[in-house]
T-cell receptor, first 107, second 112 residues
Framework: GIQVEQSPPDLILQEGANSTLRCNFS?????LQWFHQNPWGQLINLFY???GTKQNGRLSATTVATERYSLLYISSSQTTDSGVYFC?????????FGPGTRLSVLP | DGGITQSPKYLFRKEGQNVTLSCEQN?????MYWYRQDPGQGLRLIYY???????QKGDIAEGYSVSREKKESFPLTVTSAQKNPTAFYLC???????????FGQGTRLTVV
C-alpha cells in the first residue's frame, strides 16, 4: 500500500510566525486533501488540491504530484491555528491519512 | 443546513455489548466512509460504501459491521468481537469516489 508521511510531527510557533508543513507520499495519487483537526476533534477541510497551488486567506497549499509531495503554508499564525494538520491522499478506493503535524501557536 | 450528522457525540458501552453509531448526510453524496482515530494517531479506514446497498471492508474492519440501505445513512455497529473499541469514530462522505470528502463531528466511544 501507499505510505504517507508528514513533517514535522510537532511544531511550536509564536503568534505571528510563518510555517510550512510537508506531506510526502510513496505512489501516484488521484487526489489530496489538507485538514485541520480542532481541539474538539472535528476535521475542517482546508484544501482539496490534487495538483497546483491554492490560497485561502493566510493559508496556501501546493501539490507537486509528479514529485509526490504537498506543502501547506501558514502565514501570520494565530492561536486559533493550533491543532493537528492532516494530509490525506486518495489511493485505490479511499483516502489514506498521514500521521499529522501537531501545531501549537503561543500568544 | 447541509452536512453530515453523527450521533451521539459521546457513547459509553459495557463490555460485551453491541452499539450502533449513526451517520446521516443530506448532501446527496454517493460515497460514505467510517474512520477510527486513537489518541495521538491518524485516521484508519474501517468501512466504505460507494453506492447504496454496497460496502467494502477497510483496513481495520474486524469487529465492526455496517449497512447502506439508504443513500443518506451509513450506520456503524461496533460488536462485542471488537477487542479494543474505545476510540474516536469519524464518518465522512463525498459526492463520488475520489472527490472531496467532508467529515462529521465524530462520536467518542468509551467502553466501561
Amino acid at each position: 500500500g501507499i505510505q504517507v508521511e508528514q513533517s514535522p510531527p510537532d511544531l511550536i510557533l509564536q503568534e505571528g510566525a510563518n510555517s510550512t508543513l510537508r506531506c510526502n507520499f510513496s505512489d501516484s495519487v488521484n487526489n489530496l486533501q489538507w485538514f485541520h483537526q480542532n481541539p474538539w476533534g472535528q476535521l475542517i477541510n482546508l484544501f482539496y488540491i490534487p495538483s497546483g497551488t491554492k490560497q485561502n486567506g493566510r493559508l496556501s497549499a501546493t501539490t507537486v504530484a509528479t514529485e509526490r509531495y504537498s506543502l501547506l503554508y501558514i502565514s501570520s499564525s494565530q492561536t486559533t491555528d493550533s491543532g493537528v494538520y492532516f494530509c490525506a491522499v486518495f489511493y485505490g478506493q479511499n483516502f489514506v491519512f498521514g500521521p499529522g503535524t501537531r501545531l501549537s501557536v503561543l500568544p | 443546513d447541509g452536512g453530515i450528522t453523527q450521533s451521539p457525540k459521546y457513547l459509553f458501552r459495557k463490555e460485551g455489548q453491541n452499539v450502533t453509531l449513526s451517520c446521516e448526510q443530506n448532501l446527496n453524496h454517493d460515497a460514505m466512509y467510517w474512520y477510527r482515530q486513537d489518541p495521538g494517531q491518524g485516521l484508519r479506514l474501517i468501512y466504505y460504501s460507494q453506492i447504496v446497498n454496497d460496502f467494502q471492508k477497510g483496513d481495520i474492519a474486524e469487529g465492526y459491521s455496517v449497512s447502506r440501505e439508504k443513500k443518506e445513512s451509513f450506520p456503524l455497529t461496533v460488536t462485542s468481537a471488537q477487542k479494543n473499541p474505545t476510540a474516536f469514530y469519524l464518518c465522512a462522505s463525498s459526492i463520488g469516489t475520489g472527490f472531496e470528502a467532508f467529515f462529521g463531528q465524530g462520536t467518542r466511544l468509551t467502553v466501561v
